[in-house]
Nanobody
Framework: QVQLVESGGGLVQAGGSLRLSCVVSGRTYSNYAMGWFRQAPGKEREFVAGISWAGGSTSYADSVKGRFTISRDYAKKTVYLQMSSLKAEDTAVYYC??????????????WGKGTLVTVPS
């Protein structure tokens, strides 16, 4: 089993920044990818950013490109999401996920419990 624990959420004013962290523990895989997703009230969970653990290649949703940066610390087994220029529409519960296949809302093998980010309008 794999455990994912997110942290770093909170209340931040529009235009501000926040960094989320997701610590991975438990079983290890030789090749996997990590993703950040979010779910706003009344909406479906959506992809935000992803990173391959071994190679470090990244991908982003169009809505966050240029504002969010995903990274990982191999030694600490932690993936980060640096969020800048935050907007009210970024308000959501942010989830970290791990997949041994490819990143999407339906292919993640493990999920964290989420951390809430609130950007007042």
């Amino acid at each position: 089993q794999v455990q994912l624990v997110e942290s770093g959420g909170g209340l931040v004013q529009a235009g501000g920044s926040l960094r989320l962290s997701c610590v991975v523990s438990g079983r290890t895989y030789s090749n996997y990818a990590m993703g950040w997703f979010r779910q706003a009230p009344g909406k479906e969970r959506e992809f935000v950013a992803g990173i391959s653990w071994a190679g470090g290649s990244t991908s982003y949703a169009d809505s966050v490109k240029g504002r969010f940066t995903i990274s990982r610390d191999y030694a600490k087994k932690t993936v980060y999401l640096q969020m800048s220029s935050l907007k009210a529409e970024d308000t959501a519960v942010y989830y970290c996920g791990l997949t041994v296949t490819h990143i999407s809302t339906t292919t993640m093998n493990y999920w964290g419990k989420g951390t809430l980010v609130t950007v007042p309008s």
